[in-house]
């Protein structure tokens, strides 16, 4: 379990290909704070840490995760946002956030606001039920509060910290972010499924 507040950014230092698997070589400061067997939240997606050498750390992402993440289009140089798992002994300054991706969605636009940076994203209209106006949701791993919400696409606010500290300072208008919507949604969702 995460809270969506990012804690480190990672660079991708090497790919290899195992089976219908993916693996990758995360350089970051923090590696020194890992060990083997812990979970990390990779740009919102819940990944083992396999082992940990120097500052550079190993894990691999599943054919079920790449078809549903940005993971498969990761390249060597790209930034990572990186969490560790949630204390229960801590605040919870985001949102609670599993680190299952539910799907990707598109940056449609990009809008500086002179003091924050608006990105508009298009997603899957299946998951509208799961995203309402003011409500949460987790873009590439960070907690945000989605607003200007329709039945395809919503906005979220970056302030100047959050854009200097993730890699939303590097999003730009195509690319394709990884998204969890609320948990408290799906459930809620998923009750008035039953009852139909």
């Given amino acids: 379990?995460?809270?969506?507040?990012?804690?480190?950014?990672?660079?991708?230092?090497?790919?290899?290909?195992?089976?219908?698997?993916?693996?990758?070589?995360?350089?970051?400061?923090?590696?020194?704070?890992?060990?083997?067997?812990?979970?990390?939240?990779?740009?919102?997606?819940?990944l083992t840490i396999e082992s940990v050498k120097k500052n550079v750390f190993r894990v691999t992402a599943i054919a079920e995760t790449l078809e549903k993440t940005n993971a498969r289009s990761w390249n060597p140089g790209d930034s990572i946002n990186l969490e560790r798992a949630m204390k229960l002994n801590g605040r919870l300054d985001g949102h609670f956030v599993q680190g299952h991706v539910d799907g990707t969605a598109i940056c449609v636009n990009r809008q500086d606001k002179d003091g924050s940076v608006e990105f508009t994203f298009e997603f899957d209209e299946a998951y509208a039920p799961l995203l309402i106006?003011?409500?949460?949701?987790?873009?590439?791993?960070?907690?945000?509060?989605?607003?200007?919400?329709?039945?395809?696409?919503?906005?979220?606010?970056i302030i100047p910290y959050t854009?200097?500290?993730?890699?939303?300072?590097?999003?730009?208008?195509?690319?394709?972010?990884?998204?969890?919507?609320?948990?408290?949604g799906k459930y809620l969702a998923r009750m008035a499924y039953l009852k139909s």
């Fill in 1 to 46: 379990m995460f809270t969506g507040i990012i804690e480190y950014l990672g660079e991708i230092k090497e790919i290899s290909i195992e089976k219908t698997n993916r693996v990758f070589y995360i350089e970051s400061d923090i590696a020194s704070h890992l060990k083997a067997d812990e979970s990390v939240s990779h740009d919102g997606i819940c």
């Fill in 133 to 157: 106006e003011k409500g949460s949701v987790c873009v590439n791993g960070v907690s945000l509060t989605a607003f200007n919400v329709g039945r395809t696409s919503f906005t979220v606010a």
């Fill in 163 to 184: 854009l200097t500290h993730t890699n939303f300072k590097n999003l730009i208008e195509n690319d394709i972010v990884n998204i969890e919507y609320d948990i408290l």
